[in-house]
């Protein structure tokens, strides 16, 4: 069969695994931490967990991981998971996230992914509140319509990079490296040598090229 390159986890985590993902890609939640979880699938799934079943909890804490940990995030990954995730509020939510970010080139392109009228993260009470205490400064004048004091942002909430760096074997690689498929390719290696370059790719949700040229280098140093 030929391969085929996919763009996005084929389910989304919920409930106690998605807890143990947060936690495995250093988000201080009760549970034990995911080993190497997916860091884009997880992030994804925690914003479908904020943004479709107003978990607010979930959601102050992404914005504090996405505020520490986004110069290692793989954008290129994060937009092909999102883009085919037809639900508006997902979609506002991670454009938002690339108004905020626009600084960082590679995240800015998340604004595509909604052009319209803002919206309200509050199902009720928004104007009253930003009234009261004025708007998140992080999603003001973005798509996403979010008052001040609705989402704490606490450091104390992740762990810092060098820790996360110790923890996750992914992380580990994109720090050393930069955030792309070939540092999460070598990092798959690392926990299974033997996968041959189409099932890397899977894997890693890369391109054969690339993962054919990782298989090559991967064997060149292990001779």
Known sequence: MAYKRAGASTSLLRGDQLT????G??????????????IEDTLLSASVEALEHDDLRVLAVLMTWLRVHHPWVNADRL??????????????FWAAVGHWLHKDRRLARLTELYRG??????????????????????FAGGPLRVPANVLRDREADVLAPAELAKHHRTYHHRVL???TYRADMWAVLDQDPSLP?????RRAYGSFATAWQVKHDWELLAA
Do not use: C
């Open 25 to 38: 890609i250093g988000m201080r939640f009760a549970a034990q931490p995911m080993v190497n979880a997916n």
């Open 20 to 23: 143990a993902a947060l936690a």
């Open 197 to 201: 370059a189409a099932a890397l790719a």
């Open 117 to 138: 009228p803002r919206i309200d993260l509050l199902s009720a009470g928004t104007d009253f509140q930003i009234r009261r205490a004025g708007e998140d400064a992080r």
């Open 79 to 92: 937009l092909r998971a999102v883009r085919p995730k037809e639900t508006p509020r997902v979609r506002v």
């Open 177 to 179: 490296m930069g955030p």
